[in-house]
């Protein structure tokens, strides 16, 4: 099993439309949680950090329940631009600092 | 400000040659320096961290190594290439008490 898994993609959705992308983590010495995007070739930029209370930024709300292990994220009014892979990443610590853990990463396409 | 660079942008390199990957930090010192891999239609997969100037933790066995020479600098190398090492290099660097990563933009090895 892998430590991230995320929702097989891809998802195709309309301009304006709500999508939730669901996390699920599997390692509970998980100490915090990021959402990263990555565009076609480039290389993963953070979207935003996943707090314990839920944290909005703009058109974003991350989710975060430590008890199910389990991290999503919502994007309200998609828009063209939103266009990418979304990846869930859960940052292990250890002896030697900490290890960010990425998911597969699930597409999203928004259309016209 | 804090940059990272990485070089070449895109490589093609035959099966058995070497390889070296450099990266390097500026606006910062004592990073956490880390090596990713990312295969076609795959997620990124942790394949070396540094804490320090010659601390070298390898995540997977394989084909490939890395050496921290200088504190702001990151390696990777490869005596002989194989045909699974074409990706996408990706190094990130997290400063100390930092919380998330920052990429930089990538080598994409081709091995043919």
């Known amino acids: 099993r892998k430590e991230v898994e995320q929702d097989p993609g891809p998802f195709n959705v309309p301009e304006g439309a709500t999508v939730a992308f669901n996390c699920t983590y599997s390692n509970s010495a998980s100490q915090s949680f990021f959402w990263y995007r990555q565009d076609c070739r480039k290389e993963p930029k953070l979207l935003m950090s996943?707090?314990?209370s839920g944290n909005e930024d703009g058109r974003f709300t991350a989710q975060l329940n430590r008890a199910s292990q389990y991290i999503s994220l919502l994007i309200r009014d998609s828009k063209l631009s939103d266009s990418a892979t979304y990846l869930c990443?859960?940052?292990?610590?250890?002896?030697?600092?900490?290890?960010?853990?990425f998911g597969q990463g699930t597409e999203l396409s928004v259309k016209p | 400000s804090q940059t990272i660079h990485q070089w070449p942008a895109t490589l093609v390199q035959p099966v058995g040659s070497p390889l070296s990957l450099e990266c390097t930090v500026e606006?910062?010192?004592?990073?956490?320096l880390y090596w990713y891999r990312q295969a076609a239609g795959r997620g990124l997969q942790l394949l070396f961290y540094?804490?320090?100037?010659?601390?070298i933790s390898s995540e997977v066995p394989q084909n490939l190594s890395a050496s921290r020479p200088q504190d702001r600098q990151f390696i990777l190398s490869s005596k002989k290439l194989l045909l699974s090492d074409s990706g996408f290099y990706l190094c990130a660097w997290r400063g100390v008490g930092g919380y998330g990563y920052t990429f930089g933009s990538g080598t994409r090895l081709t091995v043919v």
């Open positions: 996943v707090y314990s």
């Open positions: 990443v859960v940052n292990r610590w250890g002896n030697q600092g900490g290890k960010l853990i």
């Open positions: 540094s804490v320090g100037i010659g601390q």
């Open positions: 606006g910062t010192s004592n990073p956490n």
